[in-house]
């Protein structure tokens, strides 16, 4: 008995000297994932969420650099053919084997998905002429046009299991549904767990809308186990509930607290944070298509959008510089384009977009509107770092000369669908280059969409360049990164010579923890539970 006694007391006092902290993990959110359905919106949130559920056949690291994931190894032919060699011995979360079939069915799976929200992800599988499948192991992408950037696109592509539907052979037929007999997945399936069958690190225990998400462990994940038992995402939309929580002790992590208030933890050995530097441009969308737009009231009926001279006027108006200073705090860079300065196919010296409120005022008088127009600007509350409070500041920018400006800010699972519908006439938005260079922004918004969907799949202001579509167009099928930087080179000044676009700084992640654990930030401002571990 006392040698049971004593094995007893051992084991306890091993269990109180581990890290208590690497069997949960507390997350306060800043922006909580609109649906756990990796295909249902190309949002960073959801996109975050969806790599701990499943995997991709490409990663990226915390610096957007590829790594292997589902698939080992990849291989261009020099023009339009890819193979990617499958990783072997790896199972979803039902038991079933991995293997190229259910590649196959997840890129199907992005063209017949009637639940998403606009054309997300098809943008990449709708380039697909062809793909085949040699054997389990081995995948062939034949692209329609040259796709030089397909392992990054694919890197942004979550993997379903085939097992979630009925089917027979899995082809990547479209017109013959693929060989999938029952009905395709919707968003539902996903958020109440019954489809939610991955090959990720996380399963999923629980989504609760506005309340939490909930995962567990997976003990049989191929890349080896993760230090948190489970994880617990909890939606905190304020900043200041935020860092309260954190410094309660409620929440482990926190991100985007505001930068103002980090000041409060600096110093105190109970709390870190990181801020790191990321590509996500904030800007504003115009509608620049319609004679009558519905969120712009003009003395002529007209819709003064569509005028180069006043879309300028409007960029002048604006202070990137206060806006970075006073409500970014210091944690943002003003945008003068929209990849920053020094990546692939960026101008190296882009001219400055000045604040200079005279000249924007001659220039609306000019275009026939000395006394201005109406507009509203239309906004999310709860998506981007101070995304409502930088929408009021450029309101009062643009009132300041002449453009009486109202402000309709609504959360993001309202204002998303709604601008897929092309239902405002100025809308914020912010996009974040997964690829690394600037095609990522410039073949996304504002290219004249294409037939295969490849192009345009967020023009949703109407923009129409065809000097640009020829330029983008080229660039994107460019395999020589030379040349491709240059045209998109090309391609970036003619955006922004037209003012359809307009942008106003690059955000920053910033994460705060308790100094028990060690966060790393990440370029792409994904929040990841694989990316937060137990101190050393």
Known sequence: MRQRALITILLGASMLSAPVMAQSLRVALASEPTAVDPHYHDLTPNNALAQHIFDNLVRQDEKQALQPGLATSWENDGKNRWTFKLRQGVKFTNGQPFGAQDVVF???????NETKVSDSFADITGNFAKVETPDASTLIIETKEPEPLLPTLLSGLPILSASIVQHDAISYDIAKNCGVTGPWPAVN???????AVGTGPYKLKSYV???SIELERNPDHWGGQQPWASVRFLPVTNAGPRLAGLLAGDYDVIENPAARDLGRIKGDKRFGHVITPSTRVIYFQLDVARDESPFVKAPDGKNPLKDARVRKAMSLAIDREAIVKRIMDGAAEPAYQYLPTGMSGTLPNP??????PAAAKKLLAEAGYPNGFQLTLSSTNDRYINDSQITQAVAQYLTQVGIKTEVDAMTRAIYFPRRAKKEFSAALGGWGSATGEAASFLRQWPPTPNEAKTLGGSNYGGYKNDEFD???????????????AELLQ????????????????????????KSELAVA????????AMSVKPAK
Request: glycine share 8%; proline share 3%; with cysteine.
């Open 189 to 195: 399936n996903f958020n109440d767990g019954t489809m």
């Open 521 to 528: 930030g990440r370029a792409d401002q994904f929040m990841l």
């Open 209 to 211: 809308r506005g309340s």
């Open 470 to 484: 020829k330029v983008i167009r080229a660039a994107v099928t460019t395999l020589d990164d030379k040349k491709r």
């Open 490 to 513: 090309q391609a970036m000044t003619l955006v922004l010579a037209d003012g359809a676009f307009i942008p106003l700084h690059f955000e920053s992640g910033i994460w705060a923890f």
């Open 351 to 356: 001219p400055k977009l000045a604040y200079d």
């Open 106 to 112: 997840t890129f199907c799976r992005t063209l017949k």
